[in-house]
């Protein structure tokens, strides 16, 4: 679905992404792992075009540089961590903007297909019962599901998320990779997503690609990425051993 | 169900506002300097209508080329300046964005200012100077404080625009400053030209803000949705596929012929464009499809009271139109920045 | 924070342009412009007055030369003494330059206000700054003896500098006409040309004299238009050289109910429909001349002075300044409106 070769992003002379090729195909849900400052967030941003770059990233075969705006938006949805919004929308205002790629001129009504989009998408999420609130009146949790809703709404085969969940409470993330492993669950469609948390991304990843400084130190299925071996390689410390003594003392 | 009962909210809104912009326009019809029944207002409107002459020539001569054409071009004017305001805030994110922040104001200031002191004027149209003058310059500034902001960061952040149209604002008025200078001999006319007087508006001036509100409320209307985006937030627009560089530039441009035509033709009158959408859209929300349309309106309306009252409190005196507006638009815009404060993010 | 600043600031001009406008109502001046300090005069008075006094003190002693000492009192009501008429002489207000040349005097001009427009010679004088720009320093470099302010433009802390350089300052601060014969008789005394002042004075009235005994007949009415339509309008109302004038020939002020120079409303000039329209918009040489700009306003054409084409434009400050050209002005307008009804008559 996704395949991206020889990739290079540079923030003036520093290379922060250096020669990186890698794919993903329909049903995964793709972790990329790393620690802070590997670029991590800088391979999303690539995909999403909000950062220029060097070497090709195709989409179905179709390089996404040479989409447009909507199209791209009608195939690709994108999860930020952090959403905060200017005005007081109600909750199914911002639902409603993920329908905007669709829309055909500026004045036309909305289709039926819209309404049910967005209700989906609501439903989905749990939103419905929220859709006439302020975002202003909203928990962190419930702002991140209006916007995870937006981007259902958009109805893409492909979704980015960059940490989506990082300020959460733990109850919201479970709530929030549930959701996603949900809509995961529809053929022809993938999830690419950056985390922090190492035990999410084994938890629910399916394949995964370990980055140091700008480069791929492993890829691969996520029993084969996340082995203690190579998370020593790439943390520089004993990662397995830590985690185990995190987890000991719940018992 | 849902959508049915906010497309009724929705009508009486438009409705409500129609018909107080309408009563307001009458209103200011019939009260002025110069009593005239209200009665023969009509009458002698009719009458200039059907071409016929009037009995009250008195009424003829005020109501007709005098009172109309200014309320008409003052109530444009408030519309084409809160249709801006409501623009420049959802599409910078920024409540206090207006023409103003972002330097348009000063830019096309300083092209009417130098048209004066330079005596600018085109052979077959005299006062013209100023307008073109000031819609070139509006234009210019425009684009040297986007190619500025471009400079500095290629997504145009609101930061970046905001904090260039504040230096250009500076600039702008130290470069007057200059000019008032040199050219002393001119700064009476300087002066009350910068205060902004709608007094001697004539039809053709109603004809021109006419067209350009036409045309530029068509343009920003159409783009709601992607202000809306950008009222969310400029990332946000841009992950919902809204091409942010062409809205942006779109929006921005039309705003600048906004200005500069209300500029040349009323002079900088302050707070409308601040104001006006912040007290529309604590009934409409900030949805823009709403918000723009009834910013129009009620821009409309709170200049045509503003006008009323430069005209009639201290009769036969004129007091300049800006005062007013700032004056009523600074105490409503501490009413509403408390209020807003204190109430919307709890009951909104 | 932007919006409370550029309240701010149009408050700021608001201020100024009606301390402008509220000033020129008293004093009527081109120096209004340059007003801004309200100055605490009592305490002025006191300060200044003991240096006089000293001054006063050492002229009388000196007996044995011939006495060349001139003492005026000022328009604030100052004493100001001089050893000797002054040779080097600073005037500020556009009005006093014209004074200083109509006594013959400009050669005695060292410098100038910057705003000085009249007659032509005055533009190879030194300009300085003037009102709240006032430097000291650049108008003491002029080495004068004698600085003459309006009473709007000076600052106490400056008159403090200016004597302690040993340069007298004195205030004229004409209002009416007849403080400007006062202000012309005070010139004539500073600069050793009491002659010149009386004759000048004279010639004055005499023209006056002339306008008053063959008032215009027939009630009628004037309208005094200081800036055009576009600008907004703004009129001399009562309290005004115009105003005066205007009374002089016997002619009513369709705004003599206002204090000096208003934004009127343009439905009331329509209203109190004058017989006669003075313009002091200045021709910038494109575009229809302001007689004409007035003719074709939408609403104006049953104005009586439209009809009649009485619109007479005096674009060069002769009606607004505390100047002999008052006279002038006043005759200029008179010979008009009689020129007017001469040719009335003869149809």
Known sequence: MLEISSLIVSYGKRKVIDDLSFSVSEGQWFMIAGPNGAGKSTVLNAVSQAVPYLGSIRFKGREIKTMKAGERARHIGVLLQNNQIGYAFSVEDVVRLGRYAYRSWAFSKEKSDDESAIADALDATGMTYLRNKSVFTLSGGELQRCFLAQVFA?????????????????????????????????????????????????????????????????????????????????????????????????? | MESKRRDRFQTWIYLIIVTVTIAVFLLCLCLGSVNIPARDIFRVIWDAVNGLPSENSLARSVIVPVRLPRVLCVALTGAALALAGAAMQGLLRNTLADGSTLGVSSGASLGAVIAIAFGVSFPSLPFAGTMVMAIIFAMVSLLLILGLAYRLDNSLSTNTIILIGVIFSMFASSIMTIVITFAS???????????????????????ILASALLICSVILISHSSELNAFAV???????????????????????????????????????????????????????????????????????????????????????????????????????????????????? | MKHTKRFACILLVMMLVLTMFGCSSKANEETAEKAEETVTEKAEEADTGEAEEEKKDETEESDTAPDTSVTVTDMMGREVTLAAPAKRIVAVSAADCEIVYALGAGDLLVGRGEWCDYPQEVFNVPSVESGGNTNVEQILALDPDLIVMSS??????????????????????????????????????????????????KSMKDQFDAIMQNKIEGEKTIYFEVSPLEWGLWAAGGNTFMNEIAEMMGLKNIFADQEGWIEVSEEQVIERNPDYIVTITMYMGEGPKPEEEIMSRKGWENITAVKNAAIFNLPNNELSRPAPRLADGAKLLYDFIVGLDEVKEAA
């Open chain 1, 154 to 251: 958009q109805q893409p085969e492909l979704l980015l998320l960059d940490e989506p969940t990082n300020h959460l409470d733990l109850v919201f993330q479970k709530q929030i990779f549930g959701l996603i492993s949900e809509w995961l669950k529809v053929p022809g469609r993938a999830v690419i997503s950056v985390v922090h948390d190492l035990s999410l991304a084994r938890a629910y990843g399916t394949h995964a690609l370990l980055i140091k400084d700008g480069r791929r130190a492993a890829i691969g299925t996520a029993e084969e990425v996340f082995t203690a071996s190579n998370l020593e390689n790439v943390y520089s410390m004993d990662v397995n051993g830590w985690m185990q003594s995190l987890l000991k003392q719940w018992e």
């Open chain 2, 185 to 207: 001999d001119h700064i009476k006319s300087i002066t009350f030209w910068t205060m902004g007087s709608l007094q001697g508006s004539s039809f053709l001036n109603a004809l």
């Open chain 3, 152 to 201: 709007m433009a000076q600052d106490q802390e400056q008159v403090k500098q200016f004597e302690e350089a040993g340069v007298a300052v004195c205030v004229s601060n004409a209002a009416n006409i007849e403080e400007t014969y006062t202000s012309i008789e005070m010139f004539g005394k500073l600069l050793g040309k009491t002659e010149e002042a009386d004759t000048l004075i």
């Open chain 2, 233 to 348: 937030s400029e990332e946000n627009a841009g992950r919902i596929g809204v091409n942010i560089r062409r809205v942006k530039l779109t929006v921005l441009i039309t705003v600048s012929v906004l200005i500069g035509v209300c500029v040349s033709i009323g002079g900088s009158i302050a707070f409308v464009g601040l104001v006006t959408p912040h007290m529309v859209r604590m009934i409409t929300g900030p949805n823009h499809k709403k918000l723009l349309p009834v910013s129009m309106f009620s821009g409309a309306v709170f200049l045509m009271l503003a006008d009323l009252i430069a005209r009639t409190l201290l009769n036969p005196r004129e007091l300049p139109i800006g005062v007013v507006t700032s004056i009523v638009g600074a105490f409503v815009f501490i009413f509403i920045y408390y209020r807003s404060r204190g109430g919307t993010r709890s009951n909104a």
